[in-house]
C-alpha cells in the first residue's frame, strides 16, 4: 500500500545531542511536511519542502532543520535538542496542483523523549 | 486571517449515542474542509473532506456538511462506537498555499460502553 513511513516510531536522546528522524514516502507526493505534537495540541507545522524549494515557518527555532534528498525521503535534524523538544513528530505529504485543496496524508509519528 | 474553531471537549458518550462535534471557521476564498482523526500514539488520518459548499463528505458513518452560509463542518454519526474514542481535528486549505492545513484544536471523544 502507498503510504507515508516514519522510523522511529520511538526515539530516545540525550539533552543536547544531535537527532535525525527520518519520513519516506511511496505516494509520490511533490510536498512533504514536518510538524511538532504536543500532548493534547494540534499538530504544530515546522516546515515544508515543494519539490527541493524549503519553506520554513516563522517561528521555527534554527534548532530544527530538514533535508529533502529526493522526491521519496525527508529528514528532520534537531541539533541540540532541549527538554523542550520532547513531543510526537509528525511527517506528511501531499500532491499540490496550483489551484486545487489536496488533502495531507500522515505518517504516524516518531515520539521524541529527551533524557 | 484564517482560522478553524471546535468545540471544546472531552465529549464524553455512550456506545450508540448520537455524536455531534461543531466546527466553524473563517476563510477568504472558497477553502477546502477536512475533519482528521488521531487514534492514541498514532498519526493522523483523513476521515473525510468537502471541497465547496453544500458537499458532504462521509467515510466510516460519519458525516459532515460545507455549510457556507454559516461557515461550519460539524462532525456527526448516528451511533458510536467504543472504537470511535479518539482526538477529531478539523481543519482547512485555502487555495495558493502548497495545501498548508490549518488545525482546530482538536476534540477528545471518549465512548464509554
Known amino acids: 500500500d502507498a503510504m507515508v513511513i516514519q522510523n522511529p516510531r520511538y526515539q530516545v536522546t540525550q539533552f543536547g545531542k544531535p537527532v535525525t528522524l527520518s519520513c519516506s514516502q511511496t505516494?509520490?507526493?511533490?510536498?512533504m511536511y514536518w510538524y511538532q505534537q504536543k500532548s493534547s495540541q494540534a499538530p504544530k507545522l515546522l516546515f515544508h519542502?515543494?519539490?527541493?524549494?524549503?519553506?520554513n515557518e516563522a517561528d521555527t527555532p534554527d534548532n530544527f532543520q530538514s533535508r529533502r534528498p529526493n522526491t521519496s525521503f525527508c529528514f528532520l535534524d534537531i541539533r541540540s535538542p532541549g527538554l523542550g523538544d520532547a513531543a510526537m513528530y509528525l511527517c506528511?505529504?501531499?500532491?499540490?496542483?496550483?489551484?486545487?485543496?489536496?488533502?495531507?496524508?500522515f505518517g504516524d509519528g516518531t515520539r521524541l523523549s529527551i533524557l | 486571517g484564517n482560522s478553524v474553531t471546535q468545540m471544546e471537549g472531552p465529549v464524553t458518550l455512550s456506545e450508540e449515542a448520537f455524536l455531534t462535534i461543531n466546527c466553524t471557521y473563517t476563510?477568504?476564498?472558497?477553502?477546502?474542509l477536512f475533519w482528521y482523526v488521531q487514534y492514541p500514539g498514532e498519526g493522523l488520518q483523513l476521515l473525510l473532506k468537502?471541497?465547496?459548499?453544500?458537499d458532504k463528505g462521509s467515510n466510516k458513518g460519519f458525516e459532515a456538511t460545507y455549510r457556507k452560509e454559516t461557515t461550519s463542518f460539524h462532525l456527526e454519526k448516528g451511533s458510536v462506537q467504543v472504537s470511535d474514542s479518539a482526538v477529531y481535528f478539523c481543519?482547512?486549505?485555502?487555495?495558493?498555499?502548497?495545501?498548508?492545513?490549518?488545525f482546530g484544536t482538536g476534540t477528545l471523544l471518549a465512548v464509554q460502553p
Open positions: 506528511a505529504t501531499s500532491n499540490f496542483r496550483g489551484n486545487s485543496n489536496q488533502p495531507q496524508h
Open positions: 505516494l509520490n507526493h511533490n510536498v
Open positions: 519542502y515543494y519539490d527541493k524549494d524549503f519553506n
Open positions: 476563510a477568504t476564498g472558497y477553502p477546502s
Open positions: 468537502a471541497t465547496k459548499a453544500d
Open positions: 481543519a482547512l486549505i485555502y487555495g495558493g498555499a502548497t495545501n498548508k492545513l490549518i
